[in-house]
Structures are given as C-alpha cells and as structure tokens.
C-alpha cells in the first residue's frame, strides 16, 4: 500500500481521523525508513555539504598560533616564578642561619659569668652598696 493509501486509510470521507491511534501508527511507518531500498546506494552525498568559508582556515590558524603563544608565555613565566622561588627558599634558609647564630652571640655576650670576669680584668671591682634612682617626678622607694 503506498502512502496515500495508508493516510486514506486513517481518514473517513469526511477529513476527519477514525482514530488518533490509526494516525500515530501511520506516521511511524511513514517515517521509518526501509533497509532494502538503501543497499547499494552511495550516501555520502545524501546531505547538502555546506561550504567552508575560505577566510575561516586563515583566521583559525591564527587564532591557534596565538593561543600557542600564550600557553608558552605562561609556562616561561611559571618556570621563571619557580626559579624565584628556589632562590627564596634558599635566601631564607641562609638568614634564619645567621639568626641562629647571631641570637647564640648575644646569649654569649649576655652572660652574666662572662661580664664579672670582663669586668675584673679591666680592674672594676663590686660595688659595696646600690643606689637606685627613681626617674623624676616619682617617689623614690627605700
């Protein structure tokens, strides 16, 4: 049956549908498509091809050189960054070195068995008694 027939089918004489179910079923034949008529045919060009514009191969080598060129600026620049901060590292750990050792000479210089044995070598002896001055304006205490 060809498809004028099925859709007349579906239809009374009056143009309206017998039923709504008689239709679907017709359209999903309508609309499927038969295996044995597409053997041996060629469909590659069953589609309209459409043209690629010839300024759009240009412009999108462009667009990749440039996006190249910037994916490569960041990776030089994150190389350079973790070079710096190698050497950060390293400046760091040299400083708090030398803050060990100076904090250890002030500890020295600071000791107080060291200043009495400095202090009786350039002749000063132990004062006898302390007098401790109050700042002025303040009572001085006993």
Known sequence: MNRLGQLGAAFDGRGRTRRRRDVRVVR????????????GRDL??????????????PAAVVCLVVVSLVIANLRIQLIGQGYERASAVTRQQQLEEEQRVLAASVRKLRDPARLAALAEEMGLARPERVIALAPPGVEARP
């Open 28 to 39: 999903r034949k309508r609309d499927r498509v038969d295996m044995k008529n597409l053997v």
């Open 44 to 57: 590659a060009d069953a589609g309209a091809r459409r043209a690629i514009p010839i300024w759009l191969i």
